[in-house]
């Protein structure tokens, strides 16, 4: 008499982790992959800077932000300031 064959699985498969963008859209110039951003968070500071119209913004950061984090509160000063330049 034989064993029964065991029904275990093998472990789990890792997915690979993909590294989030640094390059992103220029919302001035609309050049594709033109902001880069850059963290100090040595210094609290996160920047980003296009490449082709030199602009320019800089804000402060914390040990748990991510430069999509830095482009997003760009995006996000843009709007208001569009939104109170109507408004006004």
């Known amino acids: ?3 029964r064959k065991s029904k275990r699985k093998g472990p789990p498969r890792r997915q690979n982790i993909v590294p989030l963008p640094v390059l992103f859209d220029c919302p001035f110039c ?3 992959q ?5 963290m100090d968070k040595e210094r609290k500071i996160g920047r980003v800077s296009c490449t082709v119209c030199l ?3 800089q804000t402060s950061v ?6 999509i984090d830095v482009f997003n509160d760009w995006i996000r000063g843009l709007r208001r300031w569009l939104k109170a330049s109507a408004a006004a």
Do not use: D, F, Q
């Open 62 to 67: 914390n040990l748990l932000s991510e430069p």
């Open 1 to 3: 008499m034989g064993r």
């Open 55 to 57: 602009e320019k913004y």
């Open 34 to 38: 033109a902001c880069e951003v850059k």
């Open 30 to 32: 609309n050049h594709k």
